[in-house]
């Protein structure tokens, strides 16, 4: 993927691999600016299964 960044326009080549955790974090090499990569999502998330109480009286 490729990513900009957003002070300077600097782009870069991140691979999806390198992502580790929910995202990535470094550092401009021209402007010094923290760029930040959250990380593609892969996997599905469980569904959340409501709960359904019975509500009893009482
Ligand atoms: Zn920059």
Request: charged share 40%; net charge neutral.
């Amino acid at each position: 993927m490729i990513v900009f960044c957003e002070e300077c326009g600097e782009r870069y080549v991140i691979e999806a691999d390198e992502i580790k955790g929910s995202a990535m974090i470094f550092i401009c090499r021209v402007c010094n600016d923290i760029i930040r990569i959250p990380a593609p999502e892969k996997h599905h998330k469980p569904e959340e299964k409501e709960k359904n109480k019975a509500e009893k009286k009482k």
